[in-house]
C-alpha cells in the first residue's frame, strides 16, 4: 500500500507539470487552432533564468518574478515575429516554424547560459511530508497546487472575463471576431504571453525537484502535448486531467515495470488516442468549430 501511495504522489507532483504545460498548449491552441511546440522551452526557461538570476544574487521570489516576465516577453515575440508574419499558412507549416522556434530558443539559451544542469532552494524547506506510509516533498505540493489555481484562474478568465471571451471568439471565427471590434492581434499576443508565463511557472515549480538545463524543453513539450491530446486539444478541463492521468501512468510504469519505459508511456498515449479516441477524454464538446 504504501509502494502503491508512492507511485501515486510522485505521479501526481509530474502530472501537475504536464497540466501546466497542456494548459499552454491549449491557450495557443484556442487562439489559432496551432499547437506550439515551443512550449516546453517556456519551461525551460522559466528555470535557467530563475536559477541564473538567483546565481546572482536575487532573492528567489525577484528572481522567479523575472523569470516569468521575460518569458512572457519571448512568447510575445514568438508570435510577433514567427507566427504573425505566417499567418494564412497551412496549420503544418505553424507548427514547424514552432518546431523551428524551439531548436533556436534551445541554442541560444545554451550560449548565453551553459549547459549544466540546475537548481535553486525549496520554497518550503526540503524536509518530506509523511502520508500513509509514502512520503512527499513540500515543493511537490507547491507544484500541484500551482496547476489547480492556473486552472482555476484561467476557467474565471474565460468564462468570467469580456478578454477571455474574445480569446474563445477569435478561436471560433477570426474574421467574425474583427467585425464585432475585437484586436484578434492582441488576442494572439496576450494568448503567447499567457501560454509562456505558465511554462514558465512549470519550471520554476518543479526545478526544486528534477533540476533543470537548457535541454529539456523538447521533452516537457512532447509530454505537455500528448497529455492536451489525452484530456481532448483545446479544452482546459482536459489538459488537466490528461497531465494528471499521463504522470500516474509514468509513475506506475516506471515503479511496476521499469524506468526504461517511463517516458515510453507517452508515446504510447498519443498513439492509442489518435486510433481510438481522437478527440480525447473532453474533447467532444469542443472539437466542433463555428
Given at each position: 500500500m504504501s509502494e502503491f501511495m508512492q507511485f501515486l504522489l510522485s505521479g501526481l507532483t509530474v502530472g501537475a507539470v504536464y497540466a501546466l504545460v497542456a494548459l499552454g498548449f491549449t491557450i495557443i491552441y484556442n487562439a489559432s487552432d496551432v499547437a506550439n511546440f515551443a512550449q516546453g522551452e517556456f519551461v525551460m526557461l522559466g528555470g535557467m533564468i530563475t536559477a541564473a538570476a538567483y546565481a546572482a544574487g536575487a532573492p528567489l521570489l525577484l528572481a522567479a518574478t523575472l523569470a516569468i516576465v521575460l518569458t512572457a516577453a519571448i512568447g510575445i515575440l514568438l508570435n510577433k515575429l514567427a507566427i504573425e508574419p505566417a499567418r494564412g499558412a497551412p496549420v503544418a507549416s505553424l507548427i514547424i516554424i514552432t518546431i523551428g522556434a524551439s531548436i533556436f530558443i534551445r541554442g541560444l539559451t545554451q550560449i548565453l547560459l551553459d549547459k549544466e544542469l540546475h537548481r535553486f532552494p525549496a520554497f518550503s524547506g526540503d524536509d518530506p511530508i509523511h502520508v500513509l506510509g509514502a512520503t512527499i516533498l513540500p515543493q511537490s505540493l507547491w507544484v500541484i497546487a500551482g496547476a489547480l489555481l492556473v486552472f482555476v484562474a484561467l476557467w474565471l478568465f474565460f468564462t468570467r472575463t469580456l478578454t477571455g471571451?474574445?480569446?474563445?471568439?477569435?478561436?471560433?471565427?477570426?474574421?467574425?471576431?474583427?467585425?464585432?471590434?475585437?484586436?484578434?492581434?492582441?488576442?494572439?499576443?496576450?494568448?503567447?504571453?499567457?501560454?509562456?508565463?505558465?511554462?514558465?511557472?512549470?519550471?520554476?515549480?518543479?526545478?526544486?525537484?528534477?533540476?533543470?538545463?537548457?535541454?529539456?524543453?523538447?521533452?516537457?513539450?512532447?509530454?505537455?502535448?500528448?497529455?492536451?491530446?489525452?484530456?481532448?486539444?483545446?479544452?482546459?478541463?482536459?489538459?488537466?486531467?490528461?497531465?494528471?492521468?499521463?504522470?500516474?501512468?509514468?509513475?506506475?510504469?516506471?515503479?511496476?515495470?521499469?524506468?526504461?519505459?517511463?517516458?515510453?508511456?507517452?508515446?504510447?498515449?498519443?498513439?492509442?488516442?489518435?486510433?481510438?479516441?481522437?478527440?480525447?477524454?473532453?474533447?467532444?464538446?469542443?472539437?466542433?468549430?463555428?
Open positions: 471571451r474574445a480569446v474563445l471568439a477569435t478561436a471560433n471565427n477570426r474574421i467574425a471576431a474583427l467585425l464585432v471590434g475585437i484586436n484578434t492581434r492582441y488576442i494572439m499576443a496576450l494568448s503567447f504571453a499567457l501560454s509562456a508565463a505558465i511554462g514558465a511557472l512549470a519550471g520554476i515549480l518543479i526545478t526544486p525537484i528534477t533540476l533543470t538545463s537548457y535541454d529539456i524543453g523538447m521533452t516537457m513539450a512532447l509530454k505537455g502535448f500528448a497529455a492536451a491530446m489525452l484530456g481532448g486539444m483545446g479544452n482546459p478541463k482536459g489538459a488537466l486531467a490528461g497531465g494528471l492521468v499521463l504522470g500516474l501512468l509514468e509513475a506506475l510504469t516506471a515503479g511496476y515495470l521499469s524506468s526504461q519505459y517511463k517516458d515510453a508511456a507517452a508515446f504510447v498515449v498519443i498513439l492509442a488516442v489518435l486510433f481510438f479516441m481522437p478527440q480525447g477524454m473532453f474533447g467532444r464538446k469542443v472539437a466542433e468549430r463555428v
